[in-house]
């Protein structure tokens, strides 16, 4: 294990912990903007602060996204466009518990990927993590009731947000086997920009975004200023330099932590986990704990390996 690889499963661990962050802001945000507007409001702060901090420093080589430009292109419009917009979308006509069980999924679909794409194989620990950690999220969703699972019906809403999934996994084994000789900010900053412009032309068509933004309150902007340094740059940027340390199925697997920290913070707002939700967070803190490796050792391949050491150095 390099030296570089606790610190980026920590990263990952704070990424996670940004994003689930992002339900309690989000539900405030929402209540006085429209969801594309407050998307578009997010990441032109969250690209512009890239570009100012980094660009001026001279970090951002404009060759990388020259070499890059098609791979940064459909790693935005994956990865920020369709994601946020598919939950967005998918959530009007389906139930919040179908949608979050849906995106629990996403390990899966990451880890398919990375198997047909990249050659990873899914190994004893991590094959436990990712049931351990589906259960767990299907605790803390549902309550523990079963029926709501045997529920589950397929309807438009429900195969909208599985596109985002599969949108958002795609996304991850993407940046790591079709972006060459970019370091983590580059990626960030080039596909967060063109998710951007994907935003922006959506929001125009379906929404009034200069009507939502101009007329939100000063403690709305202030939230969305949190989604957008927190909930965006810093989690995005902590979650890519993961997935060029450890690989994307890995790292895939500490998504499903998104909502026990939404549990968390909801509990210090004053509303209490039961039973079944506090079961729910230890089957998903174990499935991490599992797909990490930590139990078994790391399962890497040796080609796996290799890819994250020329990671690494890249970085």
């Known amino acids: 294990m390099s030296k570089s690889t606790p610190l980026?499963?920590?990263?990952?661990?704070?990424?996670?912990?940004?994003?689930?962050?992002?339900?309690?802001?989000?539900?405030?945000?929402?209540?006085?903007?429209?969801?594309?507007?407050?998307?578009?409001?997010?990441?032109?702060?969250?690209t512009l602060l890239l570009l100012l901090i980094f660009g001026l420093a001279g970090k951002l080589r404009l060759t990388t996204l020259k070499n890059n430009l098609a791979a940064f292109i459909g790693l935005g419009l994956l990865g920020f466009t369709a994601f946020n917009l598919a939950t967005f979308f998918g959530l009007q006509t389906t139930t919040p518990i179908n949608g979050a069980l849906i995106l629990a999924t996403t390990p899966l679909w990451t880890m398919i990927f990375a198997v047909l794409l990249e050659g990873e194989r899914i190994d004893r620990g991590r094959a436990i993590g990712l049931v351990l950690g589906l259960l767990g999220v299907g605790l803390v969703i549902t309550r523990g009731d079963i029926q709501v699972l045997l529920g589950l019906k397929v309807a438009t809403g429900d195969a909208i947000i599985l596109a985002g999934s599969i949108a958002w996994a795609a996304n991850m084994v993407g940046t790591r086997r079709f972006v060459k000789d970019s370091t983590p900010l580059e990626t960030t900053k080039f596909s967060m920009l063109?998710?951007?412009?994907?935003?922006?032309?959506l929001g125009f068509i379906y929404e009034s975004p200069m009507a939502s933004i101009s007329t939100a309150s000063l403690s709305v902007h202030g939230a969305v200023f949190y989604l957008a340094v927190c909930g965006s740059l810093i989690a995005y940027l902590l979650w890519f330099k993961g997935i060029h340390a450890i690989g994307a199925a890995r790292t895939s697997i500490f998504f499903n932590l998104a909502p026990v920290f939404t549990m968390l913070v909801s509990s210090i707002l004053g509303v209490l986990p039961n039973v079944w939700q506090l079961l729910g967070a230890g089957g998903v803190i174990l499935g991490v704990v599992f797909a990490s490796g930590l139990v078994f050792g790391a399962g890497q391949s040796s080609a796996v390996k290799v890819r994250t050491g020329l990671a690494d150095k890249a970085a």
């Open 194 to 201: 063109f998710g951007v412009i994907g935003l922006i032309v």
């Open 8 to 46: 980026a499963y920590a990263g990952i661990v704070g990424a996670t912990f940004f994003w689930g962050t992002n339900f309690n802001a989000g539900a405030y945000i929402i209540k006085s903007m429209a969801p594309i507007s407050a998307s578009i409001e997010r990441f032109a702060i969250s």
